[in-house]
């Protein structure tokens, strides 16, 4: 079954970029979706089809998908950014696949 | 907008049946647009897909959780439901319903809350 590969954790200060990655075999032929978990939230969808940005979504975020690598991009990062991001892809054999999930820290 | 709000026991003992709800409003689930979804996160663990269905109940579902996973549809209130028999500490999660969205792929586009489902003796 196909696997999606994530850092556990990032740490940033604030304002200044997040970077995370989710890496997977050939994941760049596959459209990559990213989610943000809070505790006691309902997740939000951030980013999908890779780089597109769904509505109400800040700027501040974006997204990006080549070879074995796609990677959300967080810049000027808040304390509200803090949170559980996940990516996910649908595999060819029909299967929902999620990474391992990364906790972003601001400092 | 669409709002997914999910219902049903918090605590089961080893072996019972998990029966969770969720109750879909802004959005007709009979409009045939969209898979609903049901996804759980254990803790300290990622998210884990359970299955999904159709309006017309058509169901795909999690080959780790086929034999024990039933997904069905009241499209009269709107309504999805999820059925685990046999459950056991393993299954303790937050449980997540939530919408398909996405022409020619699958992503979830919106979610409820979740809800906690503790297994214990």
């Known amino acids: 079954s196909y696997v999606l590969t994530q850092p556990p954790s990032v740490s940033v200060a604030p304002g200044q970029t997040a970077r995370i990655t989710c890496g997977g075999n050939n994941i760049g032929r596959k459209s990559v979706h990213w989610y943000q978990l809070k505790s006691g939230q309902a997740p939000v969808m951030v980013m999908y089809y890779d780089s597109d940005r769904p509505s109400g979504i800040p700027e501040r975020f974006s997204g990006s998908n080549s070879g074995h690598t796609a990677t959300l991009t967080i810049t000027r990062v808040a304390a509200g950014d803090e949170a559980d991001y996940y990516c996910h892809v649908w595999d060819d054999n029909g299967d929902q696949v999620f990474g391992g999930g990364t906790k972003l820290t601001v400092l | 907008q669409v709002q997914l709000e999910e219902s049903g026991p918090g605590l089961l003992k080893p072996s019972q049946t998990l029966s969770l709800t969720c109750t879909v409003s802004g959005d007709s689930i009979n409009s045939g647009s969209y898979h609903w979804t049901w996804i759980r996160r254990p803790a300290g663990k990622g998210l884990e897909w359970i299955g999904r269905?159709?309006?017309?109940?058509?169901?795909n579902y999690n080959p780790s959780l086929e034999s024990r996973v039933t997904l069905s549809v009241d499209t009269s209130r709107n309504q999805f439901s999820l059925k685990l028999t046999s459950v056991s500490a393993e299954d303790t999660a937050v449980y997540y319903c939530?919408?398909?969205?996405?022409?020619?792929?699958?992503?979830?586009?919106?979610w409820g809350r979740g809800t906690l489902v503790t297994v214990s003796s």
């Open positions: 269905v159709f309006s017309n109940g058509i169901t």
């Open positions: 939530a919408r398909e969205g996405c022409s020619g792929t699958t992503c979830f586009d919106s």
